[in-house]
């Protein structure tokens, strides 16, 4: 039953264990006691009743909020005019949130109630903090002595949407705190909820202190238990013990055990190196750090357990906390099966013996002490969500107990069968899911109990779908990830042809539970739950529709990597690259299924198109294992265009991997194969490439140098190329052939003519708007002023390059533009600022691009400059590069920049 609108407190001293250490029992103890004597004086004389005191934490309850408000401050004043035994300071911490309850057998239970606690723990000792709902009914009449000092938005640990907190502040109180504790005071990717999490108390309290003292927890279990959620929150809940990060690794799209340490270092954000390891690097990475990496959906790759056990033995501040649904098998892992939710029996279910054995507390069903079960609770929750105000009565409250008995309290199940109750009654969904249990049962005796109950769960959830819901998603089942609109619209079908408008049907299946809404209002979408997806393909099997609707979705995605590819490098590439990453695991999806069936034209028209942005984004390594998989396949010969625009992505992978003996072969066989065809601006494509063996001093093997002579080489393939440009008036061609001629020159030392042909070539991409190739030619330019002393002028450059580099989200651009600012501020003896950029290069990316860098810039490493190392020190050096490579994406441009981080956000283009 709800209570109406409270306003619920909670404080707790802060360091209290460390007072007990300091003072000793019999001490602590009276100190205890005497705090719990001063809040009880404070909360009684504004009419605060206790709800639960618990060692040295109160949960009270208040009507008003002002009263709550003046009870603790009231409080707070009291406790630091207090004359404590041996000096000692004792700082209590509040915080406060208005909502509703609801009543049970076990006391009162809410989210509201759960936010409440989840903001007291983000205080300090001394502070009183207070949700939005407090400060906004607490305006109208607060004291003209009592201030709210707002500090933010805040995510807390239960993981939803950051909340708007302020600060209590009057006469008596302590001013000034750090910040927050909240959850994003840490380096984090944890994906933000959109439902509340309810109960696992005794689970999160087990599994918590598994994680405590195990490097590798693995939560087993079928599909539908829970497992991603309860991980999720156990590892929030543990955030002040990884001050170096929590990284939440899906891996549900993952088939390929030797890509995990790929999305590891994805998660982080380093991109992958050249000519090293993703777990050579990752273990540089995690060096002194302590780290916890949440594992998703590990049952997908099991034989990359290993890579993991590895990384634990390497790095030893990691731990590791994997959902799967079977063990790792690895040594030092800990396994946790996560149960079903606690349900009330079932009575309609048990004989007249088995009822009267019943302890008394359970042969009552009644709404107060059916809520104190957590399969109930979150039944209500989830119920409450379709059809607000829903709440259990003595009429439907034996129907609510049978569903959750009957579902195992498995959470999946328990949601899909809540997200009926906008349109039935508890009774008339329980009568339908036990024929749909008890026809699966007939069927499936095999199948282990909890496994027969999701599936029939969610069976009986899409039985009872109109057929063009149904129809919906199972052909949405093709996708991977993010879904949206667009994609579902084509792919699925039209309105025509599904018998419903597709956005309807997917707000419907949203709405029951069946799929879920991201919501982002930049890129809003929807995804499928794992369990769900594979019951889907299944009906779509059946159906006889998979092939098609997997060719469908194929040809999507290659249309949108064409489209997509082709923004890249103008002004709008931030927003592509952002939609690229969103599509990114249904690309992959669609390669590996063209790939599988030999199709050619979706397989290497999605990677040609695609291997820009993994350049960008640092999937060096899938790229070059991808690409070289399908040139080795008899397949991707078939095509001579398909298959030299494959040698042109395979050779740009190369380049980037500073990998020229691999990148040769590659771009000579798109060339010859272009001069069979008749396609001027390909085959001008296809020579500038591959004049790029030659432009690197030593570095052109020499059976393919003309004459022994690798500069002329290089200068009649780009002479060559530049005719077929201008003969079909291809300015943007042309720019490109000007900026080839002065990497010629730079990497050969002629700095003044390099300057004058990138020069050229800027104006030109600049008149195009290719904002891509703008940025790097200043990076050349700023590279070249370097080498010949003029320190200003590269400054200048490498500064607008770094900014465009910046907005494109380059990462490669941004780490060799970093370097070169080192060197800029060594020429400079500016040896602190070299040592952070350094270090910041280095440590944003590790070292992707090291090899390219090596080649471009001819630069040693910076701990081995004499008159750096004479200025700073060797400590002191590798203390500064620490500094840099701890730094934030802003953070480190905006240092390279030379400007504020506020000001680098506000002129974000």
């Known amino acids: 039953m709800a209570t109406g609108t409270l306003t619920f407190l909670f404080s707790d001293i802060e360091g209290s264990t460390r007072l007990l250490d300091e003072l000793g029992s019999a001490a602590y103890t009276v100190v205890l006691e005497r705090q719990a004597a001063i809040l009880r004086a404070a909360f009684a004389s504004h009419g605060g009743r206790e709800e639960n005191t618990e060692g040295d934490s109160f949960f009270v309850l208040f009507d008003r909020a002002r009263d709550a408000l003046l009870a603790a401050i009231e409080g707070q004043r009291a406790l630091a005019a207090e004359a404590w035994p041996e000096g000692v300071e004792v700082r209590v911490r509040m915080g406060m949130h208005a909502g509703e309850a609801s009543s049970s057998a076990a006391g009162l239970v809410g989210i509201d109630i759960n936010r409440a606690a989840r903001i007291a723990a983000a205080a300090h000792g001394g502070q009183i903090v207070v949700s939005d709902a407090v400060r906004t009914l607490v305006a109208p009449d607060l004291d003209p002595s009592v201030s709210l000092r707002g500090l933010g938005n805040h995510r807390l640990k239960d993981l939803r949407e950051p909340q708007p907190l302020s600060q209590v502040v009057a006469n008596g109180l302590r001013l000034e705190f750090p910040p927050l504790r909240s959850l994003d005071v840490r380096p984090n990717n944890l994906p933000t909820q959109l439902t509340s999490f309810v109960g696992r108390e005794h689970e999160l309290a087990e599994a918590g202190a598994l994680l405590a003292s195990n490097r590798l927890v693995t939560m087993t279990g079928p599909g539908g238990t829970g497992k991603t959620r309860l991980s999720l929150q156990v590892a929030a809940n543990a955030a002040e013990d990884f001050p170096g990060g929590i990284f939440f690794v899906a891996l549900e799209t993952v088939r390929d055990p030797g890509l995990v340490p790929s999305r590891l270092a994805a998660a982080i954000g380093i991109a992958e190196p050249a000519h090293r390891t993703a777990s050579e690097v990752l273990v540089e990475w995690l060096s002194g750090k302590q780290v916890l990496f949440v594992l998703d959906n590990f049952e997908q790759v099991l034989d990359a357990g290993p890579v993991v056990a590895e990384l634990l033995r390497s790095a030893p501040g990691l731990k590791a906390l994997a959902t799967s649904r079977a063990p790792l098998h690895v040594s030092g892992e800990q396994e946790y099966p996560v149960p079903g939710l606690p349900t009330p029996p079932d009575i309609s279910n048990l004989t007249a013996f088995e009822r009267a054995n019943l302890p008394e507390s359970a042969r009552s069903v009644t709404p107060e002490a059916l809520s104190t079960y957590e399969a109930v609770r979150l039944f209500i929750a989830r119920a409450g969500a379709v059809r607000p105000g829903f709440e259990i009565t003595n009429e439907n409250a034996p129907a609510v107990a049978a569903i959750c008995a009957r579902l195992h309290g498995m959470p ?36 282990p109990e909890r496994q027969q109950t999701l599936r029939g769960a969610i069976a009986w959830s899409y039985d009872i779908l109109d057929e063009a819901c149904r129809l919906l998603l199972d052909r949405l089942s093709v996708f991977a990830g993010h879904i949206e609109l667009e994609a579902a619209e084509v792919v699925c079908g039209p309105a025509s042809e599904l018998g419903q408008d597709p956005l309807d049907g997917l707000l419907s299946l949203a709405n029951q539970s069946l799929i879920r809404s991201i919501d982002d209002a930049s890129a809003p979408g929807f995804q499928m739950l794992e369990t769900i997806r594979e019951f889907a393909t299944e009906m779509l099997e059946t159906r006889g529709q998979r092939e098609e609707l997997e060719r469908r979705h194929g040809a999507w995605f290659a249309d949108l990597a064409t489209r997509a590819s ?37 397989a290497i028209t999605l990677a040609f198109h695609t291997w820009r942005f993994w350049q960008k984004r640092g999937h060096l390594y899938e790229a070059r294992r991808r690409l070289e998989a399908m040139a080795a396949a008899g397949w991707s010969r078939r ?68 004459n022994g002579d690798a500069h002329a080489t290089a200068v009649a393939l780009l002479n060559e190329a530049l005719a077929l440009y201008r003969g079909i008036g291809d300015e943007r061609g042309e720019a490109t052939i000007l900026w080839g001629l002065g990497n010629m020159l730079y990497f050969r030392g002629h700095v003044d003519p390099a300057s004058e042909d990138l020069r050229l070539a800027m104006e030109k991409f600049r008149k195009v708007g290719d904002r891509t190739m703008e940025a790097w030619t200043l990076h050349i330019l700023g590279g070249a002023l370097l080498r010949a002393g003029r320190l200003d002028e590269a400054a200048a450059d490498l500064r607008r390059a770094l900014r465009l580099f910046y907005d494109a989200s380059d990462t490669a651009g941004i780490t060799l ?14 040896f602190e600022r070299a040592a952070r950029l350094w270090g910041a290069a280095r440590g944003f990316t590790s070292t992707t691009g090291a090899t390219l860098a090596s080649l471009v810039d001819e630069a040693v490493e910076l701990r081995s400059r004499p008159n750096v190392r004479l200025a700073l020190g060797g400590d002191n050096l590798d203390e500064l590069a620490r500094e840099g490579a701890a730094m934030s994406l802003d953070e480190i441009v905006a240092y390279g920049l030379d400007i504020p981080v506020g000001e680098l956000q506000r002129s974000a283009t």
């Open 412 to 447: 999946l199940a328990i949601e899909l069968a809540a997200a009926r109750v906008k349109l039935l009654a508890p009774d008339a969904i329980l009568a339908r899911l036990e024929h749909q249990l008890s026809i699966l049962a007939a069927g499936s005796r095999d199948l």
């Open 566 to 602: 082709a923004q890249l490098n103008g002004d709008a590439q931030r927003e592509w690259l952002g939609r690229f990453e969103r599509a990114h695991d249904n690309i992959r999806v669609a390669m590996d299924r063209a790939a599988a069936r030999g199709d050619a034209g979706t």
């Open 639 to 706: 095509d001579p265009v398909l298959r030299a625009r494959l040698m042109e992505a395979l050779g740009g992978v190369a380049w980037w991997q500073g990998d020229l003996v691999a990148m040769g072969p590659a771009y000579r066989e798109a060339v010859e194969i272009w001069r069979t065809q008749d396609n001027p601006a390909e085959l001008a494509n296809a020579i500038y490439n591959f004049s790029f063996v030659f432009t690197v001093p030593d570095a052109a093997p020499p059976e393919l140098v003309v």
């Open 817 to 830: 533009v970093l370097d070169d600012l080192s060197s800029h501020a060594v020429g400079g003896e500016q």
